[in-house]
């Protein structure tokens, strides 16, 4: 039989071959939980009456929702995820580091044509290095912490068949926010989406976790980009061995296919309630912009720093427009130090906040008044998502969040560009 | 069998999980019976205070989308509700119902209004959603193998104390 990406990963995990529709207990090669959802996990791994992890080394913890911590209720969940980890032995990535999908692939722990499983819905991020990645629950992680394994469905696949070049304005986010919006908010419900066409070799490793971290907003159960040099390349710092790159078998079975031309791609935008409630930017250019994001899992990487600061070097902030830059690791943090960015951000007016997943979700500081319109880089956009059910969300690139810092508006950002960017 | 009666509510499509519980009210605290008292707040703030225990959830397409976090299953389990109706509902919002004990079921909802009184009979073979009110009924399919396993157990935590691990080589269609 021919199968899928996801139907390879899920049969090298289990003791037959297995295909869409089946629920299988494969094992896990990696979780990982946040303080999101790590509490919740170790009280119910506590439940299950296991004494001890079935493999600490396949167990990771990340503090990067609530960063700094914000008061004492979460400061004790805090500690109670640092003892559980020095107790069982388990990877710890403690407040500031970053956020966990941004740390798993920058620190080498993501392989192609593994099966990597994280305690928050943007885990698919991992689809961008060939590797099965998904959202799980906490009950679910308290699982593979006792048995190492988890009960899936293997998902139907979507192909999605990427065509052409995109203009210099049009980022991965654009494409990501134009693919949702094409797709709906659950076409792709329960389905593995795997990417293939020439526009692939135009989006580098960070372009690729962009995407791979949007598509969940599809209902997407996982995301998954083909292994090609690009991988290969990204892959080699750290000299890591032993991964099996999954390709699809030739005539695999879709549930669909789905082409999309990128070449004539605009700049997109969400526009507030719903993620796939997708304009062209210049749509709703004009639109008054208070406070603009650039960070998350979705935007927080290095070439999103310097694409907003190509846009923030030569034009002043708009006076009254709150701008916050959140770097998504430690690693970025400094590498942006280092390339003066953060310094330009700073001199411009921006508040930097520490790695982590920022105002994102409302759990760290940074909360929208009531009324504001916020232009931000991160994944979602639903009433009261970053913790003030007065404030109007909008969804864009780095290059549409700085123009919008820049004019106080939203503004088509392909107007700031030079011709050599 | 197992039976569920109770009354509908009723939602639209693209119930997200902030919108189930806030994750600001999940800063505050993880206890359950303070969680459960902000069910919807955002949408309905007068929701929690109408949920009676035994209350049935009914929904459109795609409900529990968003975040994977459990507690939004949790927290409705908590309020007493022991099944959700929706036309289709998110993975992680599906996987987190049935690993917490709680009921969720994929059927047409076009006819259920908002206080219907609902009888929903659970076999292994499938599920009969009798409205009391309107006298019809709609039939769904029930979760099969481990899935209805570990409903049944009450949830994965029940599920791995009692057997210690999953059964070697599961595998059903």
């Known amino acids: ?421 | 069998m197992t039976t569920f009666e109770g009354c509908a509510h009723k939602f639209e499509d693209d119930i997200n999980t902030d919108y189930i519980i806030s994750s600001r009210r999940k800063r505050d605290t993880l206890d359950l019976n303070i969680l459960k008292n902000y069910i919807m707040e955002d949408i309905d703030p007068e929701f929690a205070g109408k949920l009676q225990p035994g209350d049935i959830l009914t929904a459109g397409y795609n409900f529990g989308c968003g975040s994977a976090m459990e507690v939004a299953a949790l927290v409705l389990k908590a309020a007493g509700i022991k099944v959700v109706v929706a036309k289709s509902f998110a993975r992680t919002f599906y996987r987190n119902a049935i690993n917490s004990g709680l009921l969720p079921i994929e059927a047409d909802t076009d006819d259920i209004d908002a206080n219907d009184r609902l009888r929903i009979n659970l076999k292994n073979t499938g599920i009969i959603i009798h409205n009391l009110t309107k006298n019809t009924m709609v039939r769904a399919s029930a979760p099969g193998g481990v899935i209805l396993e570990i409903f049944r157990a009450g949830g994965l935590v029940n599920y791995i104390r009692d057997a210690g691990n999953f059964p070697p080589g599961v595998s059903e269609k």
Not at chain 1, 296 to 302: K, Q, S
Request: overall charge negative; proline content about 6%; glycine content about 10%.
């Open chain 1, 1 to 421: 039989m021919n199968r899928t990406i996801v139907e390879k990963i899920i049969s090298n995990h289990c003791d037959h071959p297995v295909s869409a529709g089946e629920v299988v207990i494969p094992f896990i090669d990696l979780a990982m939980a946040t303080d999101g959802s790590g509490p919740l996990s170790i009280e119910l791994f506590q439940q299950m009456q296991i004494n001890e992890l079935r493999d600490p080394e396949k167990i990771i913890m990340v503090l990067d929702h609530y960063v700094p911590c914000p008061n004492d209720k979460v400061a004790r969940l805090h500690d109670m995820m640092r003892q559980f980890c020095k107790k069982t032995d388990c990877k710890l990535f403690d407040l500031g580091e970053g956020i966990g999908h941004q740390l798993l692939p920058e620190k080498g722990y993501i392989k192609p044509g593994s099966i990597v499983l994280g305690a928050d819905s943007h885990s698919c991020t991992y689809g961008a290095l060939n590797a099965l990645g998904t959202g799980i629950g906490s009950s679910d992680f308290a699982a593979v912490m006792a048995t190492g394994k988890l009960w899936l469905k293997v998902p139907v696949s979507v192909k999605i068949e990427l065509k052409g070049r995109p203009a210099k304005t049009v980022t991965a986010k654009d494409l990501a926010l134009y693919m949702v919006g094409k797709l709906g908010n659950e076409a792709a419900n329960y389905a593995s989406l795997e990417f293939c066409g020439d526009t692939l070799s135009t989006l580098d490793m960070d372009d690729r976790l962009t995407v791979c971290n949007m598509m969940v907003e599809t209902g997407a159960k996982c995301a998954i980009m083909p292994f090609d040099q690009i991988t290969e390349n990204f892959l080699s710092q750290f000299h890591s061995t032993g991964f099996q790159p999954v390709d699809p078998d030739p005539g695999a079975d879709y549930d669909k296919i789905i082409e999309f031309e990128v070449h004539n791609m605009v700049p997109q935008i969400a526009a507030p309630h719903q993620v796939d409630n997708i304009f062209a930017v210049s749509e709703l250019e004009g639109t008054p912009i208070d406070m603009v994001i650039i960070g998350t899992c979705t935007n927080g990487r290095l070439k999103d720093l310097l694409q907003a600061a190509s846009l923030l070097r030569e034009h002043q902030k708009a006076p009254g427009v709150e701008l916050l830059v959140v770097p998504a690791s430690r690693q970025i943090y400094s590498q942006a130090a280092q390339q003066g960015i953060l310094e330009l951000f700073s001199q411009n007016g921006a508040m930097i906040l520490p790695p982590g997943c920022g105002p994102c979700c409302g759990s760290s500081a940074g909360i929208p008044g009531d009324g504001k319109n916020v232009l931000s880089t991160a994944n979602r956009n639903f009433l009261g998502r970053m913790g003030n059910v007065n404030a109007n969300i909008y969804l864009g690139s780095p290059l549409t969040a700085a123009a919008a810092a820049i004019t106080g508006k939203i503004t088509d950002p392909g107007e700031w560009l030079h011709d050599d960017f």
